[in-house]
Antibody
């Protein structure tokens, strides 16, 4: 059973870079077949997809965040990471890492991390 | 960009049937997936490919999708079904995951 676990600072200062890592166990992120995603949720609001990375290193990002987001892979550690630059209070949210399965002409999220709360504040 | 619209809240009495809508332009041409999220927890997939239930999801959960509206239906609602429910589609043209705004289901 695949498990995902987020880690990183819970507090980030405005204008700095938010950096989170997702450790994956129970499956290899380099084996292909799945996409590795970051999703966030401000308190009391809906889910927002941030972006994804594939085992080849190819990425796709939400246009609303694209200029500030980088998602990368570390296959030696079976991890993937999120960097979000120039953060503001609007980036305060619960951040989830997740696995996306694509088959039958569509994609859905089949495994989620428990989430990590990131607060942007001085 | 593609937009999914859900009602902010739905209320239902125990034992009754709850219906949660997800409206999008010609959504019937896409596959819709639904997630249940309880407070402080990660979302859980409850319906995928419009109508299918993952292993472990009760038969009381069902889905439909046609025209501009997809619907999640929960029959014989229980107190434990109280949660936020979000719909999701995949925009294949730009490889983006799109979520609805979520609906809070309250069991009276």
């Amino acid at each position: 059973q695949v498990q995902l676990q987020e880690s990183g600072p819970g507090l980030v200062k405005p204008s700095q870079t938010l950096s989170l890592t997702c450790n994956v166990s129970g499956g290899s992120i380099s084996s292909g077949g799945y996409y590795w995603n970051w999703i966030r949720q401000p308190a009391g609001k809906g889910l927002e997809w941030i972006g994804r990375i594939y085992s080849t290193g190819s990425t796709s990002y939400n246009p609303s965040l694209k200029s500030r987001v980088t998602i990368s892979l570390d296959t030696s550690k079976n991890q993937f990471s999120l960097n979000l630059s120039s953060v503001t209070a609007a980036d305060t949210a619960m951040y989830f890492c997740a696995r996306r399965d694509c088959s039958g002409g569509t994609c859905y999220i089949d495994h989620w991390g428990q989430g990590t709360l990131v607060t942007v504040s001085s | 960009s593609y937009v999914l619209t859900q009602p902010p809240s739905v209320s239902v009495a125990p034992g009754k049937t709850a219906s949660i809508s997800c409206v999008g332009n010609n959504i019937g041409s896409k596959s819709v997936h639904w997630y249940q999220q309880k407070p402080g927890q990660a979302p859980v997939l409850v319906i995928y490919y419009d109508t299918d239930r993952p292993s472990g999801i009760p038969e009381r959960f069902s889905g439909s999708n046609s025209g501009n509206t997809a619907t999640l239906t929960i029959s014989r609602v229980e107190a434990g079904d109280e949660a936020d429910y979000s719909c999701q589609v995949w925009d294949s043209n730009i490889d983006h995951v799109i979520f609805g705004g979520g609906t809070k289901l309250t069991v009276l």
